[in-house]
């Protein structure tokens, strides 16, 4: 069972980074604005920060 828990953190880790990525490389490349970026990208961040916070 704790294995399974890490290996669920380490995907919502790699999910985050990843997301976060993808959306600096579309606002980079003008495919969508930094506002944009900035929303999602904090949503993203807070859903993980949030569930890291609850775990503890």
């Not at 930094?34 to 949503?43: A, C, F, K, Y």
Request: glycine share 4%; charged share 10%; no cysteine.
């Amino acid at each position: 069972m704790k294995q399974n828990l890490a290996n669920l953190i380490k995907v919502k880790t790699i999910v985050t980074l990843a997301v976060t990525a993808v959306f600096a490389v579309l606002s980079l490349t003008g495919k969508i604005t930094p506002d944009n970026v900035m929303v999602i990208v904090s949503m993203v961040v807070s859903f993980y920060f949030g569930t890291q916070h609850e775990k503890n």
